[in-house]
């Protein structure tokens, strides 16, 4: 076969990795990729953007493309699947239709009211002076979101009614997140333990992935501004048998049976961003339409089935003949990225040492990574490498990943110290 995976960050080069070593697979492709994917055997970088469809379309109708496995949820939103299955083309994730889980909030809100999905109480506005009259009411803590795709930073937890109402009114009034913002969602603060439940899913069967945990916030301690994610590790402790029951039968079963009864089927890698909340319910923080971007790199590390063969079941609506495995250790991946991200940063620092770290039990999964004119790697994105390292413990695949990440050099470099601490404090690891 040959595969497609579309999109540029460490979740891309991770599937691209996961895919290149399927007995299905003959060769993959990468539009646009990174210097990781570049350098994996059998796989290569096409400079095509991954929003751009219809030059994606081409490129997989001229190269006889057997499937094409989308990353990010831009894509998505605007309709690859749609486009691609139109013309006979296997595509993996959820036409534009179902991807509006992700590409609406308010969506998502109405969407979990109707079929009682448990979630934090919300209104939607798109006048500012009702919304503010509406954060009055609340009070804070209070959650703003904007209702369209913002890069990961359309949300705002308020610890005050005047940062609430600063934050509705750029995104109404002076249109920050652009139209993603022209409505938004208010939400009450939901305290607890985020976690991600990632599974795969083909319309009617689902099929869940190993658990795993992000790490939101830039600093430690989970302090300073909302990333994509600093690090993850898998499996998640606070998602035990009992909780894993719970979050099918009382969110990820009904979701997708209540997308069927409102004529939507769901075909695609189905992302639950969850609170475990004080009196231990698990709640729906959002949805995405795609894989977690760094929980994908510990995951697949941690795969044993072949990525391919799930996929394909999925595409084809056999997901009930397939069980996906997994290796019984852990594992865990630290995100290295440029100082000042989410803000500004600088791009073009020179990275050195990657090659040196690289084992059977660590990976470097590249992001915002290329070569300059010299042939040497730099860094060229906000997060720019994930070393992820498998160990019999969350602890032990801790202590590997950071002791590789001390032998990689960068100017400005940042990274989080605490990755897997709160996995820790449930397993009475020292
Ligand atoms: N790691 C969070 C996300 O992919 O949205």
Known sequence: MQVLVVGS???????????RQSDLVDHVYVAPGNAGTSLEPNTTNIAIGAEDIQSLLEFAIKNRIDLTIVGPEVPLTLGITDTFVECGLRCFGPDANAAQLEGSKDFTKRFLKRHGIPSAEFRTFNDISAACQY??????PIVVKADGLAAGKGVIVAESADVAKKAATDMLINLRFGAAGEKVVIEDFLPGEETSYICIVDGEDILPLASSQDHKAVFDGDTGPNTGGMGAYS??????????????????????????????????????????DDRGNPQVLEFNCRLGDPETQPLMFRLRSDLIDLIVAAVDNK?????????DRAALGVVLSAKGYPGNYSKGNRITGTDAVESTDVKVFHAG???DSDGNLIADGGRI????????????????????ISQISMDDMHFRRDIGNKALAYTMED
């Open 9 to 19: 960050g460490g979740r891309e080069h991770a599937l691209a990795w996961a895919a």
């Open 135 to 140: 954060i009055d009411h609340i009070g804070p």
């Open 235 to 276: 499996p998640a402790p606070i998602v035990d048998p009992e909780m894993e029951q719970r979050i099918l039968d009382e969110i990820i079963q009904p979701t997708v049976k209540g997308l069927m009864k409102e004529g939507i089927r769901y075909t695609g890698f189905l992302y639950a961003g969850l609170i475990i």
């Open 319 to 327: 997901l009930a003949t397939v069980r996906a495995s997994w290796d």
């Open 369 to 371: 990574t290329a070569f």
């Open 385 to 404: 490498l994930c070393v992820t390292a498998l160990a019999p413990t969350v602890k032990q695949a801790q202590l590997r990943a950071y002791e590789m």
